[in-house]
C-alpha cells in the first residue's frame, strides 16, 4: 500500500434534507437525530481501494450565500446533491445544484451522486422514485435512495459508489 491520494467531496443541498444526517452515518454508523447547522464542517478519513489508501476529505455544507456555494463547487471533485423525498422544494433545489455544478465544472471531469433521503417517510412523500432517476439520467449521476434514520448499508453504499467512481476519474487524468 504505497499510493496515498485524496479525494474532496461536497454535501450540498437545500436545508434540512439530511446532509449532516448522511454524512454522519457514513462516517460513523450512527444517526443521532439533531445535528449543528451553523457551520460547514471538514471531516477526513481514509478508504482502501485496490490495496491503495486514498484520504477523503468531506465538506458538510450548511446554508451560505451563492458565493460560497462557488467557492465549494470550485474546491470538490466529488459532490453529493441531497434532497428529501418528502419536500418537492428540496428536489427543485437539487436540479439547480447540479445545473449549477455542470456549469461550473465542465468540461472537467467530476463525479456527483443524487441522494434522495428520508425513504422511509413514503407515507408524505412527493417525489417518486422514478423523478429521481430521471434526473440523475438528465446531468449523468449516481442516483440512490436512502434514509440516514434507518439503515446505514444504503448510505454506505452510495458513498462508496460515488468514492470509487472519483477514484477512477482520477485515474483517467
Ligand atoms: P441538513 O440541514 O441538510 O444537514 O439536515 P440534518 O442532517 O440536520 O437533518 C434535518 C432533520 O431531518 C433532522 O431533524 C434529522 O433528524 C432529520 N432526518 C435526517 N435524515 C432523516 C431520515 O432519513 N429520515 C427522517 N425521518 N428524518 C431524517
Ligand atoms: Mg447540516
Redesign the pocket.
Known sequence: MTNVNRIRVV?L?????????????YLTKR???????TSDLLYRHSVTFDNVITEVEIL?T??CGDGCLYEHIRWGEAFVV?Y?VNDRHSFREAQELLGQLAKLKLPSYYTSLLLG?????DHCRQICVDDGQELSLQFGCQFYE?????NFAGVSLAFQSLLREAKSVQLLK
Not at 443541498?13 to 452515518?25: E, L
Not at 433521503?117 to 417517510?121: E, F, H, S, T
Open positions: 454535501v443541498g437545500a436545508a434540512r434534507v439530511g446532509k449532516s444526517a448522511v454524512t454522519v452515518r444517526y443521532i437525530g439533531e445535528y449543528s447547522s458538510d450548511s446554508k441531497v428529501s433521503n428520508k425513504r422511509d417517510l436512502v434514509s440516514a434514520a434507518e
